[in-house]
């Protein structure tokens, strides 16, 4: 990938932090990724979220962030998806079924977001 190319992902993925508190902003600029993009956002705003919580006091584990998302069980009924859950969780499916996992990602994104948000609310 060319250097520049790369800049401009990252400068990218820096608006959407900047689109925290506008979620219509957020959501669009969220469309323009890539699903293997979404993966790298996906672990940008996870970091973000488990430093947050440190920082006031909430100390968040995986699970506190997985019981706010849907579990993949259901993500899979949902689209019809007959590929094992592991695929689904192991973003094993990113490379066989890109779309699906970038909403999959999308959806999990979102609600990264939506803690967040509610952690700046407790600053």
């Known amino acids: 990938m060319h250097k520049l190319a790369r800049y401009e992902i990252d400068k990218r993925k820096q608006k959407l932090i900047d689109y925290l508190h ?3 902003a957020f959501l669009e600029l969220l469309e323009t990724f890539k699903p293997r993009e979404l993966v790298e956002v996906q672990v940008i705003l996870w970091n973000y979220v488990i430093d947050y919580s440190y ?3 909430k100390n968040f584990s995986r699970h506190n962030l997985t019981s706010r998302m849907e579990p993949t069980s259901n993500y899979q009924y949902r689209v019809g998806c007959h590929e094992r859950i592991d695929y689904c969780r192991g973003n094993i499916c990113i490379n066989t079924h890109p779309n699906c996992a970038g909403d999959k990602l999308k959806s999990q994104i979102a609600v990264l977001r ?3 948000i509610e952690l700046k609310k407790k600053q």
Request: net charge negative; charged share 45%.
């Open 22 to 24: 506008d979620e219509d």
């Open 55 to 57: 920082v006031v006091g």
């Open 114 to 116: 939506e803690i967040i």
